[in-house]
């Protein structure tokens, strides 16, 4: 009868998009034992197709952090998540050469929105693994709504859930 005086609960769905074309492969099974193991947080990888160079913004968010080597970027949401999109294995060895960003600290981003761009080249010159790595190093692991192996797009929805804010 007095319904307007309950609270009210608000519902959000949070979505995780393909940051690049590939084929997605457990985290799990990266040849980084940091990574495999989930030490910084559990996650997915995108191995690219080999024409594929530019990282594409997973969730929208503030970009916490990109370092001057430019090969990750963490992103900050209004889901109270951070998201680490990584850019390769032992990358961080090459110094920033190869790498370029599109963004900054402290941006704001879009899900959608173009972060980086690597040379496949110089990564295959130097013998480097090009896999993706995306990250939740904060709050709650979504589930992925595709099989490992299965070959996304960038854009494609991989994760989506419900939150519930009360």
């Known amino acids: 009868m007095l319904h307007f005086f309950k609270k009210k609960t608000l ?57 001057e080597t430019r090969q990750a970027v963490l992103i900050d949401t209004t889901d109270e998540m951070q998201v ?18 599109y963004t900054s600290r402290d941006k704001k981003v879009k899900q959608g929105q173009k972060l980086l761009r690597f040379s496949r080249e110089l990564m295959k010159q130097k013998g480097l693994d090009s896999t993706v790595m995306v990250i939740f190093s904060k709050g709650e692991n979504p589930h992925l709504l595709m099989d490992y192996g299965s070959p996304v797009s960038q854009g494609e929805v991989l994760m989506r859930e419900r939150i519930v804010e009360k």
Request: charged residues 15%.
């Open 11 to 67: 519902q959000s769905v949070f979505t995780v998009t393909a940051p690049i074309d590939g084929i997605l492969m457990s985290l799990s099974d990266v040849s980084d034992p940091v990574f495999a193991q989930k030490l910084i947080g559990d996650g997915f990888a995108i191995v690219p197709d080999k024409n594929a160079n530019t990282i594409y913004a997973p969730v929208s968010g503030k970009v916490a952090s990109l370092p």
């Open 84 to 101: 680490l999109v990584h850019v390769g294995v032992d990358t961080i060895d090459l110094l920033g050469n190869g790498f370029y960003a």
